[in-house]
């Protein structure tokens, strides 16, 4: 997910950039595009979703709940292994 983010924003400061300079040639509003707008609604959805997710590990689940998943996830692949 991180590489794909990555990847994400790389390409969209390479666009902008291009855009940047077009609208400055243009001598038009640079933050005012849509597509950057969108950019930046995009980002702060994913930080708050971000943060979202690490309140929810540190105050709600239990403390060793990723060693219950990877438990059943062994258990899960046993049996799919039995029927194979």
Known sequence: ????????ELAFSHESNQLGSVLRHKKGPVKTT????????????????????QHVRQKVLPKNHEEKIKKLQKQQIEQLSFFH
């Open 34 to 53: 849509e597509k950057v707008q969108s950019f930046f609604i995009m980002r702060d959805t994913f930080r708050l979703i971000q943060r979202i997710i």
């Open 1 to 8: 997910m991180l590489r794909f983010r990555k990847q994400v």
